[in-house]
């Protein structure tokens, strides 16, 4: 009896620590369990991975070394139907031209940004008329209205004072800030006349001067920290 007893404790005890370390091996980082951050594609003809090579990864390397940030590595790659919206707390959009949504689409991205989500929308040059009629179908009822310098998005880990960043000239005009408010919550950011994606690039891809990439990068880091803490 009594050696029947021992072996049940025995079992108990190795039970217990093997229970003690699933719990402990399920939260220790690895590369599946990081922040992931995506690239949106949408229909309509629009180059949507106009920047897809080294822009958003760049630019997840700049925020892992700078704010200390666990974002995979590897953008994903979001269909704007796609339920993996979802999984995603950022979402970078880009291109110069054309932008569809279908009514399912534009409900679902509806729904992303009602439930936490952030979309970012930077024109590459050509987007704009496109994406403001796109968004419209997001939100009928709401507007793009200019983000003052003043708010938090200006201000995280990097301060702009006067907005975003000039990354390339195109009609001459001075870059800005607008944005989709639910409530109080800025929920989608949309940077036009500043090209940011392209600062994030490679430096060989457009030859910008390493100061332009970095103030690029710099407000691409505000806008992802700004994202992960509302």
């Known amino acids: 009896m009594s050696s029947i007893l021992i072996q049940y404790t025995t079992m108990k005890k190795y039970f217990l ?9 399920a939260f220790i ?10 690239l949106l594609k949408y229909s309509g003809g629009g180059d949507w991975y106009s920047n897809r090579e080294t822009s958003l ?25 796609s339920i993996e919206l ?21 409900r ?13 929308i930077d024109d590459n040059y050509g987007m704009d008329q496109y994406v403001r009629t796109a968004i419209k179908q997001v939100f009928p009822n709401k507007e793009f209205v200019e983000i003052p310098f003043s708010h938090p998005i200006y201000h995280q880990a ?8 000039k990354v390339h000239e195109h009609d001459g005009a001075a870059s800005k800030g607008y944005g989709i408010f639910i409530e109080d919550r800025l929920v989608c950011f949309y ?19 390493e100061q332009v990439r970095r103030k690029a990068l710099q407000m691409g880091a505000n806008l992802i920290q700004f994202a992960f803490d509302q």
């Open 17 to 25: 620590l093997f229970i003690g370390f699933c719990l402990f091996a």
């Open 29 to 38: 980082p690895t590369p599946d369990n990081n922040v992931k951050i995506g």
């Open 57 to 81: 990864p760049n630019l997840i390397r700049f925020c892992n070394r700078e704010l200390d940030t666990n974002i995979d590595p590897q953008q994903v790659i979001v269909d704007v139907g």
């Open 86 to 106: 979802f999984n995603l707390p950022f979402v970078h959009m880009t291109g110069h031209g054309n932008v569809v949504f279908s009514d399912e689409e534009a």
């Open 108 to 120: 679902n991205v509806r729904k992303y940004l009602e439930s936490g989500g952030f979309l970012h």
């Open 158 to 165: 990097f301060d702009f004072n006067n907005g975003l960043p």
């Open 191 to 209: 940077s036009f006349e500043s090209d940011l994606g392209d600062g994030w690039e490679d430096p060989e891809v457009h030859n910008d001067p």
